[in-house]
């Protein structure tokens, strides 16, 4: 990363300090422009337009303290400065190759009134694509730790906003989007994952859109040291405030900081066109250039897995069926197995078959690790210890088989909640990956967290997925942390965590009723703008896969499923599905092994958040491109100009789209497989059919 | 520990199982009875009682749990059985070479009245000092994973007794005793070292003396995955509540398990005898036998250190006088040092110095490592890292001179109560002492504990004790506590545990009030009885050492501070005073050169609970005796008998004895060493002055 900084920045740096002490200070590039004001009243506002349109009125800014002196009552604005930033950075995998960071930068000076006041600025970063800004604590003698009671950072809208929404959650992001105006936001009836939200409390990203035709979004970046903001909804005013999520004591406390520091930028990112939404770089730009020495090892790759077949009810996780069953001092090997445990040699070795036979880099393997018998639910600190394996899985034979194959077992790490135990025991689970060859880790956190009291999305949890990020890379290891807070583009700074799940992902369609057509395209305008999703695509057994409900399928016809590798951005993927359902339909299984999962360039040709989206991809390092397609359950067609090709340059199409006749309810598996040559003029017409979806490999070919 | 299992059990068991499903139930031995009753209401009861007194009118049993399906309701008693135990085992160390673990076992199988009701077990031990009783959670289906909300035992006293007691303060027991009537228990004009208690709940080991002449202890043994025990008590009936220290979620809940499990001993020590207080082995003999292969590795000993110098202000922990300081990225190189830092590498060789010659095998250096500008107090989490020295101490060269001199510097890892991040850096903790020849440490847990709303005397943190004791065995290492729970005879189980501090120590001297004189006759009756204590004894200078405040003086003679090193049991014993000022006194420091700190032998000659202590043990392996004699505040004459010396050996026995208008306030620092030849038909008559004590060593002469 540090090489592609020093090679291939280009900074354009202006610095206006001026001792302006007036308000109201403005701040604009392009269409975007930041207004900051200190009213009468000493009670600090900004607001944010688009052109001619309201995107934010003036809302409030300040946070209260657990020692009652915060900045919750008048300021005074002693300053403040203009930069101007201009740059470019190349990320070490991505959609891009290039990124451009270009800003107008305000930042303003607060004081506590008294003489010896405490000191506050807000920074605000104008982009062309929306506004950052964050709370700083600049070191003072008066201000070194301290505790956040709460922050009053308001989203003031000017109207009553269609909006794509779930539920306030301290402790789960796996809720399928509610579509409804800003005045109809009600949590009520939706059955909570881990903890029952108020009414009116909902998650970020959350995306907006306008009747007068703007495009919304409101997150945060660089999430480090803090807890996760979430919105209360005034449903008559529009106006959100920010609600943090509280430590773990029951004192309501928010955040415990010590001077210099600052919170993670507020972002809101603002557009009269979808997809710009999508094409957004600006939470990325806010976070921090990558933090590890070297990134050589890192690897973007697709994987199989034995987890679809736990999620269908096929195989278990445990080894037994007993329970009431204790980490330390069980004989495992006297265990009775239950005849259905997943994770056998044997098992991983027709994963591990399959995967090399189909050029897939790598294998998960969850339930190889002893502790599964009564993993969840029980508030029970140490339930794993990331090294025993079941007796059925023979870490060193697996490893030889892999490594002869050239493939590599993904690690699993299910922690149970209990970050606790995981915390005491990664040092040693680390050192067992690298003993053993394992390369990349997916971890999870399902269930109430430990240390008890603490939420997945507070302070305490923050630091340590930050921390876990950090303890990987300095294993060389990759991560990929399920049940974690939603990303906020920290895989900026730690580029070996490739991926979060942190949202509901396809497994909802094997053990419970799954989620709408709709819900892929609405995931990138929410919970993709903070970053990769290890969504798990790539169902082909579309119906009757679930042992509980035979009558369960996907929402899904099979071209979509492929169209996703396109459309959901991750520099990890899954093949989900179970090789012997790959085998049925290897023809449209090519599209899953040849598409890329690192780019050089990206293109959003159509979309809008709920209906529909099309995006192209150009490989990394290769001129191949690759589209994806996907409409809701609406039937849509598709026009598509291949003006992105190289021109002059004429490539084989490879269309993998909806059959005759598809449909995501009634006939999913239906699809056709076409092949033509295509130059840049050529274009195409995808027919998707109701919950469908269309994908296109285009390779050169010959002159 | 195991060779002495195999090699030195007498283990004489009777099993009467039968079927008795009628109350009441009794057990006896000796002096002392229980009876278990299940009253008419179906509430369980216990009693106890000594001769013809009672000890324990009948007092209620019970649990009550977090799914409100607990054992507070009425109870069906099932069953019962008894059993005899008569065997002897050896300590790794202590104050007797073989110990009679010798009772009646009574268990009582109760259900809840519904028909497939949870099943609980209580199992007490009867004892010629006393009764133990636990309540165990048989494995069941019915019962598998718990949260215990309260616990309901009660000791339920006959009469108003005088009673030697502290604050029920969940985070300190670092208080003065207060002797009172049990009708005057009142915390409230106490001040809080860390959280104000109630004003009626005190904390265990609590001292009790009846008018009719009976001395009684409780307290807990083996106090494992499980809250420490308060007492609430009632001040009008006499009845003392069990009152678990809770968790730190702010629900109230105290303790999760899952069955089978069961909670510590609660223990009732009981005599007519005084001396027999601290003679009893009722709580070790309740701890499981030692968890470590071998304990060749554990050697007690005696140590010096860099400490003493910081307790009384002539030196500083930190280097620098920076504030504000950040353990990551901050340059400790960079900081301007203070020049008061006690830990550098030329003062830690005048201590190793020291040490080398005068037998004192150990030295402890607090302040060495990075992190101290700015330590407690703010509820950080990264305060210390445990492995980076200041500039100025030198790991390598000073590990290199201590070698050289045949001494061991003892490693300090205060945590500032951030358990998690010690947690996390205990393996690079331990990594680091091994490679740099550390064979012990002192952990430290000054304030607020994180994870934040936990308690030092919560079940989290006693399983972080536990864990750390498990953790530093490993590693071959020797721990030291302070700031932790209060010893419950877990030393037995972890023999590498050889102390805690969990009073109020010798240091309140220096940087407070101190203690007044018959603090040491109280402690051996309370703190002491749940294991040895680092008391740091052995102040040379009495007055005029303390920098805040030259007024301040010790509240001992010079004689007595010998003394305690006798009266006082711990594996691990201090020579707490500077190099500077043994140097003034070293033919008094003689004593504390010869005191061994492992034995043989122990006898309690006389002792009286704020009064008075005077004994007399038996070098390990050696026919060597030391005595130790201290008085209150009240000058005392004390006789002894010498009759436990060898019958027909000759013995020189050195006295340090008060010199002539010794007196601790007036005139502490006089003393006077005499010599004189002895048999065991001899006696002494030792003169101890106000606050003052006496030593004795008795070594054997040529016939």
């Known amino acids: 990363m540090r090489k592609f900084l020093l090679a291939g920045l280009l900074l354009i740096t202006a610095y206006q300090v001026e001792a302006q002490t007036t308000s109201p200070l403005t701040a604009r590039l392009d269409k975007v422009s930041l207004t900051f004001a200190v009213g009468a009243d000493g009670h600090p506002t900004y607001a944010v337009s688009f052109g001619s349109k309201t995107v934010i009125k003036p809302s409030r800014l300040g946070l209260s303290f ?21 740059e470019t950075w190349q990320p070490v995998w991505g959609e891009v190759k290039t990124i451009r960071n270009h800003y107008q930068q305000l930042t303003v000076h607060l004081r506590q ?35 956040v009671q709460d922050e009053h950072t308001e989203f003031n809208l000017p109207a009553n906003h269609k909006s794509f929404w779930i539920p306030g959650d301290y402790d789960s992001n796996e809720y399928a989007y509610t579509t409804s105006r800003l005045s109809e936001v009600n949590t009520t009836p939706i059955k909570a994952i881990e903890l029952k939200a108020p009414a009116n409390r909902i998650q970020t990203p959350l995306m907006l859109k306008s009747d007068d035709g703007l495009y919304i979004n409101i997150h945060e970046a660089a999430l480090v040291n803090y807890p996760a903001m979430m919105l209360n909804v005034d449903t008559q005013t529009f106006c959100l405030s920010s609600q943090l999520v509280p430590d773990g004591t029951g004192t309501g406390a928010k955040a415990y900081l010590q001077a210099p520091e600052h919170t993670p930028w507020r972002t809101i990112v603002v557009s009269d066109k979808a997809p710009d939404m999508l094409a957004s ?17 890192i690897k973007p790759q697709k994987f199989v897995g034995v987890w679809w077949e736990m999620q269908v009810g096929k195989s278990s996780w445990n080894y037994s069926d007993s329970s009431n069953i204790r980490l330390a001092g069980t004989d495992w090997s006297k265990l009775k197995p239950n005849g259905r445990h997943g994770a056998t040699t044997a098992n991983v070795k027709r994963y591990i078959d ?15 690790n002893v502790g599964w018998e009564d993993w969840v639910g029980n508030w029970k600190e140490d339930v ?13 034979e697996l490893q030889r088989y892999a490594a002869s194959k050239g493939v590599n077992i993904i690690m699993h790490h299910e922690t149970s909640g209990s970050a606790t135990n995981y915390e005491r025991r990664q040092d040693a689970a680390y050192r067992f990956m690298n003993e053993h060859g394992y390369i990349s880790v997916k971890t999870g956190y399902v269930g109430r967290i430990i240390p008890r009291g603490e939420h997945h999305d507070g302070q305490w949890m923050v630091n340590h997925y930050v921390r876990t990020a950090q303890n990987t890379a300095d294993h060389r290891i990759m991560v990929d942390m399920h049940e974690a807070v939603r ?39 929410t919970r993709y703008m903070g970053g990769p999703m290890d969504y798990t695509p790539g169902i082909f057994k579309l119906q009757g896969y679930a042992a509980a409900d035979p009558k369960r399928q996907m929402h899904s016809t099979l071209a979509k499923q492929l169209a996703l590798y396109v459309t959901l951005y991750s520099p990890l993927q899954m093949a989900a599905d179970l090789p012997e359902n790959y085998e049925q339909h290897l023809d449209a299984f090519q599209f899953i092994e040849d598409v890329p999962v690192d780019w050089d360039d990206t293109r959003i040709l159509a979309a809008e958040p709920g209906d529909y989206i099309t995006t192209v ?20 067609k598709q026009p598509v100009k291949l003006d992105f090709l190289t021109p002059g340059q004429r490539y084989e ?39 469908g979806g269309a994908a296109v490999s285009f390779k050169p070919v010959a002159k």
């Open 66 to 86: 657990a020692d009652g002196r915060g900045f919750d009552g008048p300021l005074v604005l002693t300053g403040s400065e203009t930069k101007s930033v201009d």
């Open 354 to 368: 399959f995967a090399a036979a189909h050029h897939i880099p790598g294998v998960l393997v969850e339930g190889w």
């Open 281 to 297: 770089k600006l939470i990325l730009n806010l976070n921090e250039p990558s933090k590890l020495p070297d990134t050589n090892w």
């Open 487 to 525: 990303p906020t583009g920290l895989h900026r700074t730690y580029p070996n965590w490739l991926a979060c799940e942190s949202a509901r992902g396809n497994e909802f369609n094997a053990f419970a009723e799954g989620s709408a057509p709709e819900h892929e395209t609405i995931l990138p305008f």
């Open 653 to 691: 199409a490879i269309i993998y789209a909806d059959g005759k006749g598809a449909d995501w309810q009634t006939n999913p598996a239906a699809y056709r497989i076409s092949r033509q040559v295509v130059t840049s003029r050529s274009s195409l017409s995808l027919q998707l059919a109701p919950g």
């Open 113 to 147: 009134p008294d003489a010896n006041g405490r000191r506050l600025d807000v920074v605000f970063r104008v982009f062309a694509d929306g506004v950052g800004f964050r709370y700083e604590f600049p070191r003072q003698a008066g201000l070194q730790y301290f505790t």
């Open 384 to 396: 794993f210890d990331f090294v025993t394996p079941y007796p059925d899985f023979d870490v060193q």
């Open 617 to 636: 991809r150009k490989a990394k390092g290769r001129d191949e491109w690759y589209l994806g397609s996907i409409t809701d359950e609406q039937a849509r």
